[in-house]
């Protein structure tokens, strides 16, 4: 159980880390106050608590035929975060270094709302509790470590950052192709 708690921690760091629009408003926003970046990453997390809701709610009306074709098109949208982690560059742009825009930013992002439908459904119906938890522990680690770092060191570990969320994106992406596939083979 203790395994599927780091799994969660594993996760939820490699999906909040990748360069993007939040993280970016994130950067922008630690570089003027650790908690001005903190509260863009805890309005994003609470659009993610929204879908994790919705998704454990209403995730069971989905028929079991479905389920394999959803957990392949979750793998090509992991297999594609995990390519995009490598070629993006962060951007410097900021929106305010708010709450509401990270909740904005968030419970609007297609591939944050995709995310769940797909690969949150299938984490949600194959792992222990302990995973949600864990995957929601990563996510709050990243809130407040990512401008913690920014805030004092800048951009100096973007390239790990980067590895890093490609490693484990890419590794779960093959884990949910072969659920996928293997699980229409029967």
């Known amino acids: 159980m203790l395994l599927a708690y780091f799994l969660g921690i594993a996760v939820g760091l490699s999906l909040t880390a990748p360069p993007g629009p939040v993280n970016s408003v994130i950067m922008s926003e630690s570089m003027r106050s650790k908690v001005h970046g903190i509260s863009v990453g805890a309005g994003a997390m609470t659009a993610d ?13 989905i028929p079991e035929t479905y389920l394999h074709a959803l957990y392949i098109i979750g793998a090509l949208l992991l ?19 708010n709450y509401a825009v990270g909740f904005s930013m968030g419970i609007t992002n297609p591939f944050q709302i995709l995310w769940w439908i797909t690969v949150g459904l299938f984490f949600i119906r194959s792992f222990h509790i302990l995973a949600i938890a864990g995957l929601f522990s990563g996510i709050v ?3 407040v470590t990512f401008p913690l770092l920014m805030n004092r060191y800048a951009k100096r570990f973007e390239k790990y950052v980067k590895l890093f969320s490609f490693i484990v994106l890419f590794s779960f992406a093959v884990y949910l192709m072969f659920s996928g596939i293997s699980s229409i083979a029967r």
Not at 50 to 56: D, K, S, T
Not at 79 to 97: A, I, P
């Open 49 to 61: 608590f929204i879908f994790f809701v919705i998704v454990y709610k209403f995730g069971r009306l």
């Open 79 to 97: 297999f594609y975060l995990s390519y995009s982690v490598l070629k993006s560059k962060s951007s410097q742009r900021t929106r305010g270094g």
């Open 141 to 143: 680690i990243w809130i």
